[in-house]
């Protein structure tokens, strides 16, 4: 079995012979897509510790993918004030590791680096330029592209937004995914909504949630974010490269201050 990685939030897909074969997306008529604000409060994240399982579900048997743990620290990079956002675990049978430096006031990416087995992908943001590389057995492929303020490089990027967006019943917004895959890589235009709102149950505790739904021309997903801290304490896409698989992730346990009950903080 072969899973994309990080296909779901589009950051980079090494999967299948199939769709190594397929481009990235095209970016969605603008139309589609909703008046851009993403008014993100970036100073609500603080330092923590999140742990997260993976699983995928095929009809009705449910397997293992791993245990991933995600890790938010403060630095500074090049004199610039920043957030750590690493990464680290397995998928499959392949380690995963993923390290993205953002800006500390507005989120902005400055640096990436991920690796998935033996792929790789690496990338530097200035303010109007993306530049990097990627590499994996099918070969290597240099990244030029121009940069947004309001793009989403990886999974982290996705959940720092959700933690920073004024969440409210009827919210809409949008913004730009970085795409890396073996056929080259794009920016695409993505939409998010509040679709619902539910009282979930996972490893880490009970949460009211928000139901935020992200949507590209190609893949969606779906994210439950505790109304309480606006932390992601399940997400779910349906892959139909893999038949229409579901690949689920879960909050097994958090030390983030912003989370209550103490039960869902990891043990000191």
């Known amino acids: 079995m072969v899973l994309p990685f990080l296909a779901w939030i589009g950051a980079l897909t090494l999967a299948s012979a199939a769709s190594a074969q397929t481009p990235p997306a095209s970016e969605p008529p603008r139309d589609t ?61 392949a380690a995963v590791s993923d390290s993205l430096i953002a800006r500390r006031d507005d989120l902005r990416p400055l640096h990436w680096i991920a690796s998935h087995g033996v792929a790789r992908v690496a990338a530097e943001f200035t303010l109007d330029s993306i530049f990097g590389a990627s590499s994996s057995p099918l070969g290597r492929r240099n990244v030029v592209l121009p940069n947004r303020a309001d793009l989403l490089v990886n999974t982290a990027a996705v959940d720092a937004a959700l933690a920073s967006l004024p969440l ?15 056929g080259g890589a794009a920016l695409t235009g993505v939409t998010l909504a509040i679709e619902g709102e539910e009282r979930i149950t996972v490893p880490a505790g009970d949460f009211d949630c928000w139901i935020v739904s992200l949507e590209t021309e190609r893949a969606s997903a779906r994210f439950w974010v505790t109304k309480q801290g606006q932390i992601v304490a399940r997400s779910e896409q349906i892959l139909p490269e893999l038949e229409g698989a579901t690949l689920t992730r879960v909050l097994l346990q958090t030390d983030s201050p912003a989370l209550m009950p103490a039960s869902a903080r990891l043990p000191q």
């Open 33 to 93: 897509i909703p008046v851009h604000r993403l008014a993100l409060d970036a100073m609500k994240i603080q330092p923590a510790q999140f742990a997260y399982r993976w699983t995928l579900t095929r009809d009705t048997v449910v397997t293992p993918v791993g245990d991933q743990s995600v890790t938010i620290s403060t630095l500074e990079y090049a004199g610039t004030p920043a957030l750590l956002f690493a990464r680290v675990g397995t998928e499959g049978v």
């Open 168 to 182: 409210a019943a009827a919210w809409r917004d949008s913004a730009e995914m970085l795409l890396i895959d073996s």
